[in-house]
Nanobody
């Protein structure tokens, strides 16, 4: 399993941008699909984006498509989430996670970070 540490959250006005980072421990980072999820107060955790270990293919939730970009740097054991045109409904705790399989299902991600808060004001 990987140890994951997120950073980059904060308070931003609607329309602004943030870039989240997630640094992983371990020497097999490139073997994992990496995902970003988020959880707003009173809501279930939801999938945001994932990047696979196969050709770095990406997939996004409809709610963030065209605004968010996931990328990875295997040499630095880091996955990023660039968030542009932020909306108040993007406010949540954002988590990165790792999976052996190419999936968007939270139950198939076995390693999770502690989360970073993103707050978008209107």
């Amino acid at each position: 399993q990987l140890q994951l540490v997120e950073s980059g959250g904060g308070l931003v006005q609607a329309g602004g941008s943030l870039r989240l980072s997630c640094v992983a421990s371990g020497r097999t980072f490139s073997s994992y699909t990496m995902g970003w999820f988020r959880q707003a107060p009173g809501k279930e955790r939801e999938f945001v984006a994932r990047i696979s270990q196969i050709s770095d293919s990406t997939y996004y939730a409809d709610s963030v498509k065209g605004r968010f970009t996931i990328s990875r740097n295997n040499a630095g054991n880091t996955v990023y989430l660039q968030m542009n045109s932020l909306k108040p409904e993007d406010t949540a705790v954002y988590y990165c996670a790792a999976s052996w399989v190419v999936t968007t299902s939270p139950s198939l991600f076995h390693s999770w970070g502690q989360g970073t808060q993103v707050t978008v004001s209107s």
